[in-house]
């Protein structure tokens, strides 16, 4: 193997760090550092260009910092390389190549990026795994169909995944507003402290979304074009080409129709009929664009109740930022008529970083009647109910859907976000709460506390 480009992938082994990661710091890093120590393989997947190789970066930085590892211990490869591919082909090759340019002792680190164009990564993966080496193995993707597949099959046991979505709310909140992130546990209190700032952050975010090329931008152009590049390179280019897809311009029509229906229940037929396709090949594209985190179905809850609606499912983009850009539509939030729905869009991408893996998320409408509850977060036997409201509140007012769900499914907890009010009221048996969207969604681990003490 050629070791000019290994060794610019790799500067440690001259005497220098990594390329200063993010500004913005990400609270998945101590996720993954209390992975490091186990044997287990940790998988990092999620979109592209999401963090995943920066995430990748600050681990080494810590290991390096930490003086326990020998620089010549860390191995970073990626599969944009041609030579890596070949290299990681052949375990032998690799295992040679490994001993050939440590230090001979203590344990070997092994980062591989975009995993997922290897031909098998999940038995490659779990062939070095069984070969039971002092060898950590780091390895990210930017497709779960591959990655996630893969792990089922070879990794149960052996691996851990972390999920790394685009910046959360309360990262950018924090690096933004001094004294959001360490302010006390009451959310009411820190709508009254920081409330206008974020609420202007958060008017922000709605439109430009969370990448962290995005964010960092210093320039309303440089966010345009870097949404843009994104949705072309990755939507258009990478997923299409990547999987092949034969009807591109049904694929193209379908992700636009989806990105103007956020919110929305999905009819696969209407969608066939719109793009001149079938309902079968409808149904494949959407489960391509879920598995690549472009988007994702939230199922309606039924609850075995026969007059909940059992089908049509809501279709959330991962990023609020590349759904306008599929659409286009940068105006400000404040004088756009899909708000409502925008609004609910970053609820929704928000609840997905701080989800428990096993929870479920649904929506809740009545067959008869329009009431509905936006999201329904269920964890074993208990679950909460969401409602988003877009509005300014003054009094605790139980909203109609809310009033209705609880009194089919008796929960213990709901919860009204809107744009200023905090508060509670009672909904027969069940504690609604209310809270300021902005205000919760810049403190996740409050947000989280609160979930679960609902849901316990």
Partial sequence: MDTSVFSIRNPWRSGLLPKEPD???????????????SRHVITIVGP??????????????????????????????????????????NIGDLLAFLRG?????????????????????????KTLYDLDLNLKIVASGSSSLEIRSASKEHLVGRGRELVLYPLSFGDIAASRIKGVATSGGDIAQIQRLYGTDL??????????????????????????????????????????QFFRIQHIGVFNNLTTLLAGSVGSQVQWETLARTT?????????????????????????YTGNVV????????????????????????????????????VEQVVFQEL????????????????????????????????????????????????????DFSKAFTPRSAIVMNRDFAGEAMSGTTTVTFLPTAATLARPDLFRELLRNALH
Avoid at 112 to 123: A, N, R, T, Y
Wanted: with cysteine; proline share 4%; glycine share 6%.
């Fill in 23 to 37: 500004r913005i710091p990400r609270h998945e890093l101590q996720t993954a550092l209390s992975w490091m120590d």
């Fill in 48 to 89: 592209r260009q999401a963090g995943k190789s920066t995430l990748m970066n600050m681990l080494i930085r810590h290991l390096l910092s930490s003086g326990a590892v020998p620089a010549a211990n860390i191995f970073y490869f990626t599969t944009d390389d041609a030579e890596t591919v070949t290299l990681l082909a």
């Fill in 101 to 125: 340019n440590s230090t001979g002792n203590g344990r070997l680190y092994l980062f591989i990026d975009e995993i997922q164009h290897l031909e098998s990564p999940g038995l490659f993966l």
């Fill in 199 to 240: 609420l202007r952050t958060f008017e922000e975010c709605a439109v430009w979304g969370t990448y962290p090329a995005v964010v960092t931008a210093p320039t309303i152009a440089q966010r345009h074009d870097e949404l843009q590049q994104l949705y072309q390179s990755y939507v258009l280019r990478d997923v299409s």
């Fill in 276 to 300: 001149k396709s079938s309902a079968q090949t409808i149904h494949s594209y959407v489960d391509l664009l879920e598995g690549t985190f472009v988007c994702r179905q939230v199922l309606p």
């Fill in 307 to 342: 007059g909940s609606i059992r089908r049509m499912p809501k279709i959330y983009f991962i990023d609020c930022g590349l759904r306008n850009s599929v659409l286009s539509d940068f105006s400000a939030l404040s004088s756009r008529s899909d708000r409502g729905h925008l």
């Fill in 352 to 403: 997905c970083k701080i989800l428990e893996p096993t929870d479920r998320l649904y929506y809740w409408r009545m067959y008869a009647g329009s009431h509905e509850v936006d999201f329904v977060v269920v964890r074993g036997e208990s679950l909460v109910s969401i409602e988003i409201k877009d509005s300014s509140m003054r009094s605790p007012e139980v909203p109609d859907g809310i009033s």
